[in-house]
């Protein structure tokens, strides 16, 4: 079933009192204007124009449960004729889980909320604190059990290469967010924007730039925990934004396709465990699922020239299989 179509509307930063060091809230706080009932009545206004029916209305970019009462109920009461007359099907918030009790989420229920999305970030006390988050572990994990009693879908949103970060301690993180079984997650690893306090750390010498190879490393080590746990990772990577490229993010993993990338590092190291038991010289068919393909061959046929290399092949060939699902087969491994 195709998806509702998304309107996603950016909640400011406004008196968030939190200090994360890769949010660049203060430079923009002074300059857009906060997005008001207005903006959300004309923004489903011209969706309704267009004869859009069942969309989904997304507050992002900021903890809407952490603004004040007054904005959120002005943002959520001019979506409600648009949900009356089924321009709007649902609509999803990102928050903070320290700004989340059991009375928002029955109210906001009541607006037609169905999607809460926590910033987690990691599961690490002392990466969290580092990073000036604010809150803890425990109650991410005492918020996502909010979330999901309240009979709400729940997206968790995690960072890797954060300060005081290691790969391990964000494998540790995803183990510990797979188990609290969200119905998504979305993976940002860390890029520096300008004139945050992470940059002044960087050029410090204080924080070591999580750099693009590192973050297809980790991230590699990551996607198949959620894979396992049967958990769609719904985005790996910021969106790529004018704004970033034209030299917001100064340093960091931002990568246009990283998505692409670790997807690409997941099916190499899995077809590496296949060809460890190949004779060297041969000629070898790998089968994966029709859409993986491309990503199995990796960037400029990356994967397949190194692991050709590693393996003394005579050539691989990378076959569509259908019904392949995650998993990779050997079709063929001849003279
Ligand atoms: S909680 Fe952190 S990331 Fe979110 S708006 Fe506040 S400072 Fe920025």
């Not at 989340?100 to 169905?114: K, S």
């Not at 996502?144 to 301690?169: F, H, N, Y």
């Not at 797979?178 to 306090?197: H, K």
């Not at 204080?206 to 980790?218: P, R």
């Amino acid at each position: 079933m195709a998806r509702a179509r998304i309107i996603p509307l950016f909640v400011p930063h406004l008196g968030c009192p939190n200090g994360c060091v890769f949010c660049d809230q203060r430079r923009i706080s002074g300059s857009p204007l906060p997005v008001s009932g207005a903006d959300v009545s004309s923004a489903l206004s011209a969706a309704r124009d267009r004869g859009e029916r069942g969309v989904e209305l997304a507050f992002y970019g900021g903890s809407f449960t952490a603004v004040g009462l007054d904005i959120q109920r002005s943002l959520l009461e001019a979506a409600q004729p648009f949900r009356a007359d089924g321009t709007v099907s649902s609509i999803r918030l990102s928050t903070r889980p320290d700004a989340v009790t059991a009375d928002d989420l029955a109210w906001l229920r009541g607006y037609g909320v169905t999607t809460v999305e926590l910033g987690a970030q990691s599961m690490d006390d002392g990466v969290l604190l580092a990073s000036g988050r604010g809150h803890t572990a425990a109650q991410t994990e005492r918020a996502a059990g909010l979330v999901k009693d309240a009979g709400l879908t729940l997206i968790l949103q995690m960072m890797t290469g954060l300060p005081g970060s290691s790969r391990e301690t964000d494998v540790a993180s995803a183990r510990r967010i797979a188990a609290l079984a969200p119905d998504g997650v979305r993976i940002y690893p860390t890029v520096i924007v300008r004139n945050t306090p992470l940059e002044d750390m960087w050029r410090a010498g204080l924080y070591a730039e999580h750099t693009v190879a590192d973050a297809v490393a980790v991230c590699a080590d990551i996607l198949p925990i959620f894979q396992a746990a049967g958990i769609p990772v719904i985005r790996l990577g910021l969106n790529p934004t004018d704004e970033l490229t034209a030299g917001g993010a100064v340093a960091g993993a931002y990568h246009p396709a990283l998505g692409e990338l670790v997807r690409s590092e997941v099916l190499r190291r899995r077809a590496a465990a296949l060809l460890a038991k190949v004779p060297p010289g041969a000629h070898v068919t790998l089968g994966v699922a029709p859409g993986l393909v491309s990503a199995m061959t990796g960037q400029h046929r990356s994967n397949i020239a190194s692991l050709t290399a590693e393996f003394s092949l005579g050539s691989i060939r990378v076959k569509p299989v259908e019904g392949a699902g995650e998993d990779m087969v050997l079709v063929d491994a001849g003279p």
